[in-house]
Nanobody
Framework: QVQLVESGGGLVPPGGSLRLSCAASGIMFSIYDMGWYRQAPGKRRELVAVINSQGGTNYADSVKGRFTITRDNAKKTVYLQMNGLKPEDTAVYSC??????????WGQGTQVTVSS
């Protein structure tokens, strides 16, 4: 059974930092592309950052220079370091594991709230 379990969300003031973690089980983690997505109330889910199986990364323009995605294949975990958080970063952040078009798994999400 595939499980993706996110952690690290919470309430942080503007300018603060958080590190999200997503621990995977039930998949051959190292060959999957891993991504973080977010969905704010009333908005569509959007890609935040992705790291492929080779370690290549891609970021949404809105988070470039502030967020960093990394992975630890030995721990089967992907991380999202978020610095310089803004109120518009408030959303539910979800982890995604993808391999081709037929293997696509999601975590349950973790709430990130940026507010003073």
């Amino acid at each position: 059974q595939v499980q993706l379990v996110e952690s690290g969300g919470g309430l942080v003031p503007p300018g603060g930092s958080l590190r999200l973690s997503c621990a995977a089980s039930g998949i051959m983690f190292s060959i999957y592309d891993m991504g973080w997505y977010r969905q704010a109330p009333g908005k569509r889910r959007e890609l935040v950052a992705v790291i492929n199986s080779q370690g290549g990364t891609n970021y949404a323009d809105s988070v470039k220079g502030r967020f960093t995605i990394t992975r630890d294949n030995a721990k089967k975990t992907v991380y999202l370091q978020m610095n310089g958080l803004k109120p518009e970063d408030t959303a539910v952040y979800s982890c995604n594991a993808r391999l081709g078009r037929t293997h696509d798994f999601w975590g349950q999400g973790t709430q990130v709230t940026v507010s003073s």
